[in-house]
């Protein structure tokens, strides 16, 4: 197989273990459908995505109940709850664990998962 001679350079020093970033980094950037031809990238995190929605002019107080400005969703629920519905369901932002690679949705559920998953070698 030919193999580019740039891309086979290591730097001097890193090591053996050379591991893969993390599929989904808070800050990965995502496609915003909050609004019609935006261009901004938006972050899985529900701050920047607090932020974001008030760039669209989506401003309520926390305790008010909103629809969820998503294109093709109009779920009603708190505006608390909105940037954490944004991320779960339209960014559909995952965690995996390290060990077995199965995915979860919240970082609660898998801290759980990780504390009882034995990595078994096959
Ligand atoms: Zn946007
Ligand atoms: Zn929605
Ligand atoms: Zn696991």
Known sequence: MYSSPLLGQSPPGAGQDLLPPPPSLPGTNYT??????????????????????????HTYKDRQNARCPWA????????????????????????CCKKCRKAYKREETLAAHEKICIQVCH
């Open 32 to 57: 915003c459908q909050l609004a019609p031809g935006c261009t901004s990238p938006l972050e899985a995190t529900s701050t920047s995505i607090r932020r974001h929605l008030r760039t669209h002019g």
């Open 72 to 95: 093709g969703c109009s779920q009603a629920m708190r505006w608390t709850n909105v940037a954490r519905h944004i991320k779960e369901i339209h960014l559909g932002v995952k965690v």
